[in-house]
Nanobody, 126 residues
Framework: QVQLVESGGGLVQAGDSLRLSCAAS????????MAWFRQAPGKEREFVLA????????RYADSVKGRFTSSRDNAKNTMFLQMNSLKPEDTAVYYC???????????????????WGQGTQVTVSS
C-alpha cells in the first residue's frame, strides 16, 4: 500500500514563496500521475495541479497558474510543489495524491486519485 507524506508547510507572508514535498513509500508512484489538492476551513477540497509521471505535462487550476509549479524526482519517489507569490487565499491544508494506475490522465477530481497524504498546513498572512 502506497503511503504519501507531505512536508514543508508553514506560516509565511503574502508575496513569499514556499516549497512542499511529497514522499511516497510502500510502493512506487514513479509511473503514476500525481496531484496537489488543498482544503481551506469550511470549504471542499479543491484541485491545485496534476503532473504526469515524467513531469512533462502539468494541469493547473486557474487560481494558481503562473505562480505554482510542480516537479518530480522519480528516483526518490518524491514530488514537489513550488509556490511563489503566495496570497492569503492560498491558506489551506495541502494534500498530495497519486493514481493507482500507470500513465494516467491529468484528472482534476478527488475521485480520480487513490492514494492521499495526511496534509500539511500552509498559512499566508496579509
Amino acid at each position: 500500500q502506497v503511503q504519501l507524506v507531505e512536508s514543508g508547510g508553514g506560516l509565511v507572508q503574502a508575496g513569499d514563496s514556499l516549497r512542499l514535498s511529497c514522499a511516497a513509500s510502500g510502493g512506487t508512484v514513479s509511473k503514476s500521475t500525481m496531484a496537489w489538492f488543498r482544503q481551506a476551513p469550511g470549504k471542499e477540497r479543491e484541485f491545485v495541479l496534476a503532473i504526469t509521471w515524467k513531469g512533462g505535462n502539468t494541469r493547473y487550476a486557474d487560481s494558481v497558474k503562473g505562480r505554482f509549479t510542480s516537479s518530480r524526482d522519480n528516483a526518490k519517489n518524491t514530488m514537489f510543489l513550488q509556490m511563489n507569490s503566495l496570497k492569503p487565499e492560498d491558506t489551506a491544508v495541502y494534500y498530495c495524491a497519486a493514481q493507482r494506475g500507470l500513465y494516467g490522465i491529468l484528472w482534476s477530481t478527488v475521485e480520480a486519485y487513490n492514494y492521499w497524504g495526511q496534509g500539511t498546513q500552509v498559512t499566508v498572512s496579509s
